[in-house]
Structure formats: C-alpha cells, structure tokens
C-alpha cells in the first residue's frame, strides 16, 4: 500500500488507481472498505488481479529487480536531460548511466568493459 503526498491510498506502488483520500475518509474506511476487500478476495484466489500478476515489484526476484533498476535508470537520465539539457553535469552523469543500464540488460559481461564511463 502507498499514501501519496496528497493523501490518495493506492494498492500498491505500481497502481495510478486511487482506493480513498486520507483526506476525506479515515484510514480503517479505506482498509476495511469495499475496493481493498476485493483486492484481498482477489489475492487469495487462483485468479489474482491484473495488477498482481504483471507486477515487477517482487524485489527479491532478480530478474525483476533488474528490470525495475533499468527502468529507473532510464527515467533519471530522461529527468536529468529536462532539468539541466546538455549541461556539464548532464553529460558528466550520461556514460555512467549508459553504462549502469548495459550492465542491468545483460549486454556487458565484464564490468571491466565499464571502466572510463565515469569520472
């Protein structure tokens, strides 16, 4: 479960879908309330939501994990170039990025083949 900044309780932190406000509604409201209880219902049972069955959340899966650094990885490089563009710091933090990201997606078996990427 997450409690976004602005109060919304979502099922967990892969869902965009809001299950009640901590704003409007007390928290054993939203727990005990009719959207979590099915999600539990759904759980529990051989057919668990979509959610749950595309998750990448399982951290201790490594291939999940891996997934799931690559692709914060590539959203910090996407938020660094929209803050600062070609700037300095961008282009010092890119090769070590790229680099992170190869070596997340298997395509370097050596992290030798890393070296002089960053500084």
Same mark, same amino acid.
């Given at each position: 479960?997450?409690?976004?900044?602005?109060?919304?309780?979502?099922?967990?932190? +892969? +869902?965009?879908? +809001?299950?009640? +406000?901590?704003?409007?509604?007390? #928290?054993?409201?939203?727990?005990?309330?009719?959207?979590? !209880?099915?999600?539990?219902?759904?759980? /529990?049972?051989?057919?668990?939501?979509?959610?749950?069955?595309?998750?990448?959340?399982? %951290?201790?899966?490594? %291939?999940? #994990?891996? !997934?799931?650094? !690559?692709?914060?990885? #590539?959203?910090?490089?996407?938020?660094? /170039?929209?803050?600062?563009?070609?700037?300095?710091? #961008?282009?010092?933090? /890119?090769?070590?990025?790229?680099?992170?990201?190869?070596?997340? %997606?298997?395509?370097?078996?050596?992290?030798?083949?890393?070296?002089?990427?960053? !500084?």
């Amino acid at each position: 479960m997450v409690v976004t900044a602005k109060g919304n309780v979502l099922p967990c932190c +892969s +869902s965009r879908t +809001s299950y009640g +406000s901590l704003l409007d509604q007390e #928290f054993e409201e939203i727990w005990y309330g009719p959207r979590f !209880r099915e999600l539990r219902r759904g759980i /529990k049972s051989d057919r668990p939501p979509e959610m749950c069955r595309v998750c990448t959340g399982v %951290a201790w899966e490594p %291939a999940s #994990f891996k !997934r799931d650094a !690559r692709q914060a990885v #590539f959203w910090a490089g996407v938020e660094l /170039k929209r803050r600062y563009g070609n700037s300095t710091l #961008f282009n010092a933090v /890119k090769p070590p990025l790229k680099a992170l990201r190869r070596l997340l %997606a298997g395509r370097v078996r050596d992290p030798e083949e890393l070296r002089g990427t960053g !500084r």
